[in-house]
């Protein structure tokens, strides 16, 4: 199985600021992809971006950005200029075979 | 529109009862999946299904069971076997072998006193 592991249960940034939110994941598969999902309150899972262990460029979507270092097995997400509409729970997760493993989250608070 | 719907948002059962979520997709998917979440956890996988009269356990399968009688249709029993049922529960479904693009549901909400 694998282990994903996110130390930030809480955080909050200033509107219009950025933040960055940690995740350090353990694999044994040498070709794996890492995604990122936002919950707001409503519950939903929304899908907001992905790295595969074999791209040499961070990915980019928007505001949203990887900080991705195969090496130390970490993948960090970062929201540029948050908004208040930024407040949500964030997932960081790897599929491996059937399954999805997630991280248990962090919560990110905007404040105005 | 396309897309993955569970209903109903809100359920509450008395302790004891067999419940039944609903899951209806229709994206043509051929694999779906049911989670359960607790507060500030993450999701874990609880059964899914890569084809029809077919489906497989999750990490906690323990007091569930499922049923995939048709593409569209995977619906999640929680049984009175299951100790801690209270949780947000999510349905998703991906293509066959495209396990990492799953799109997922909105949740329903259980609460068993």
């Known amino acids: 199985a694998q282990k994903i592991t996110q130390t930030q249960p809480g955080m909050f940034v200033q509107e219009k600021e950025a933040v960055t939110l940690d995740c350090t994941y353990d694999?044994?598969?040498?070709?794996?992809?890492l995604f990122w999902y936002k919950q707001p309150s409503s519950g939903e899972m929304i899908f907001l971006i992905y790295q595969g262990s074999y791209d040499e460029q961070n990915a980019t979507e928007g505001r949203y950005s990887l900080n991705f270092q195969k090496a130390r097995k970490s993948a960090n997400l970062v929201i540029s200029a948050s908004q208040l509409g930024d407040s949500a729970m964030y997932f960081c997760a790897i599929p491996t075979g059937n399954q999805f493993y997630f991280g248990t989250g962090t919560s990110l608070t905007v404040i105005p | 529109d396309g897309g993955i719907t569970q209903s109903p948002k809100y359920l509450f059962r008395k302790e004891g009862q067999n419940v039944t979520l609903s899951c209806e997709q229709n994206l043509n998917h051929d694999a779906m999946y049911w989670y359960r979440q607790d507060p500030g956890q993450g999701l874990r996988l609880i059964y899914y299904?890569?084809?029809?009269?077919?489906?497989q356990k999750g990490d906690i399968a323990e007091g569930y069971s499922v049923s995939r009688e048709k593409k569209e249709s995977f619906p999640l029993t929680v049984t009175s076997a299951q100790k801690n049922p209270t949780a947000f529960y999510l349905c998703?479904?991906?293509?066959?072998?495209?396990?990492?693009?799953?799109?997922f549901g909105p949740g329903t909400r259980l609460t068993v006193t």
């Open positions: 299904s890569q084809i029809v009269n077919d489906f």
């Open positions: 694999t044994s598969d040498q070709s794996y992809g």
């Open positions: 998703a479904s991906a293509i066959a072998g495209r396990s990492d693009e799953q799109y």
